[in-house]
C-alpha cells in the first residue's frame, strides 16, 4: 500500500490514513526481519550449534530460496532498461552480496534492499547462534546490539535500516523468541484473550503518542517493543484469525509478493486506470487491488510452476 501510494500519479486525498498509518507500514520490513530471525532459528540453530549441518548445504539452501526469484525479477529490469550502469546493479544484487558495499543505492528491484540485509544476516548467521548460544548470553548480546545503536547514533550517525547493526535488535530478539517459543505457545494457549488486549492496547500507545516522542532512539525503542509484544502475540496464538488457509498460503509467498508488486505496479500504472476513474480514492484503491492481485498471481506462478522445474533449484531444496 506504501509503495502504491508513493508512486501512484494521481494521490488519494490527504487524511490519517495516508498521511500517517499507510507510511508506517513501510516498517513492516522491521517485523519482517524479526519473523526471519525466529524463523531461521528454528530451521537451524539446534543444526549449527549440533554440527548436524555443513556450511555448503546452509547456504546453498539460502541462496536457493532466495536468488532465482530474484534473478528473474533483476533480469527482466534489466531487459527493459538495457544499459551498463543497469548491468552494474544487476551484477551485484545477483551475489545478494551488495549490502558490504560501501554505497549499495540500487534502483533495480529497489525494493530488494531488504535482501542485503537478510542475506547479510545469513551470512552472519553463525555468529548469531554463538550470541544466542544461551538465554543469559542472548539478553546480554541483545543489550549490546542496542547500546551500539545508540552509539552508533550519538557519535557516527544514525545508521539507516539497511544497516545491519540498525537491524541487529530485531533479528536478535526473533532469536530470542524462539529460545522461549515452548513457553510462549503455552501462555499464549492458556491466556490468549489477556494476550491479545495487551498488545491491543500497547499498539493504540504507540501510535497514539508516536508523534509526541522526539527523540528518534526512543522512537526505535517504542516500535522495537511494539512489534517484539506481536510476535511473541503470533508465537502463542491459536485463533483462526492467525492460523487459516489463507494467512499459511500468503506468508508462504510474501517475500515474492513483495520483491515482485513494484514490477506489477510499473505494468498497472501502464493501463491508465486514471482515463477512466474520476475519484482519486477510489482510483488509488483499484491500484492498489490491482497491484496486490498481480504480485500474486505473479508470485505463485513463478514460485509453484516456473521455479519448480529449475534443476539446481529443485534438488538443493530436496536434500
Known sequence: MMHVLANIGVKPSGNYLTCSLIPFFTDFVLLFMMVSGFSLCCGYYDKLKSGRISPNEFYSRRYSRILPFFALLCLIDFALDFNLDTFYQVYANLTLCFNLLPEHNIEVIGVGWFLGVVFLFYLLFPFFVFMLDSKRRSWLSLALAVGLLFIAMVRFGAPGRSNIVFDAPYFLI??????????????????????????????????????????????????????????????????????????????????????????????????????????????????????LAGAICFSHVVKFHVLKHVPLVRVVRHK
Open 174 to 291: 526473533g532469536g530470542i523468541a524462539f529460545l522461549y517459543k515452548d513457553r510462549l505457545a503455552e501462555a499464549g494457549g492458556r491466556h490468549g484473550i489477556i494476550s491479545a488486549v495487551g498488545v491491543l492496547l500497547l499498539t493504540v500507545l504507540y501510535f497514539g503518542t508516536r508523534g509526541l516522542v522526539g527523540s528518534w532512539y526512543l522512537k526505535y525503542l517504542f516500535e522495537l517493543l511494539m512489534f517484539t509484544a506481536w510476535l511473541v502475540y503470533a508465537i502463542g496464538s491459536h485463533d483462526v484469525i492467525l492460523n487459516n488457509r489463507l494467512v499459511r498460503y500468503i506468508s508462504g509467498i510474501s517475500m515474492e509478493i513483495y520483491l515482485c508488486h513494484m514490477l506489477v505496479f510499473r505494468i498497472v500504472e501502464r493501463l491508465h486506470v486514471e482515463r477512466f476513474v474520476d475519484n482519486r480514492n477510489i482510483l488509488y484503491v483499484l491500484t492498489f487491488v490491482a497491484v
